[in-house]
């Protein structure tokens, strides 16, 4: 099964082509949910596949200099807290403050990467 990434109007991501690399657009109302749609968009280009188990839970803390870094750390922690747990995010909500996320995750443990 896939986690429950119900894209819509509202919030998504789709894959573009691209010659070499994975490349997709995400897009969001507002900035958290432009961060935690990227985070979805990472995983389903993966492929995900995960349990029909409940759920973990755990948080991030993350901070960057800029908007950009930010996102870039965001995914970079998202990415290694799951992989380390063996699991991919179902539900992230997100407080931010200037350059700093405080995440809480709600992820499905994977059955392949």
């Known amino acids: 099964m896939s ?15 691209h010659t070499a690399d994975l490349r997709y657009r995400v897009w969001a109302p507002d900035l958290p949910g432009l961060f935690i749609w990227a985070g979805y968009g990472l995983f389903s280009l993966c492929g995900v596949r995960c349990a029909s188990s409940p759920p973990s839970r ?34 992230v909500s997100i407080v931010m403050n200037d350059c700093a ?12 990467r």
């Open 3 to 17: 986690p429950g990434w119900n894209v819509n109007a509202a919030g998504g991501f789709e894959e573009l082509d």
């Open 58 to 91: 755990f948080s991030l803390h993350v901070e960057a200099g800029d908007l950009e870094s930010l996102l870039v750390a965001f995914l970079e922690e998202l990415n290694y807290a799951c992989e380390t747990r063996q699991t991919a995010p179902e539900n």
């Open 101 to 112: 996320i405080e995440a809480e995750i709600e992820a499905l443990p994977l059955l392949s």
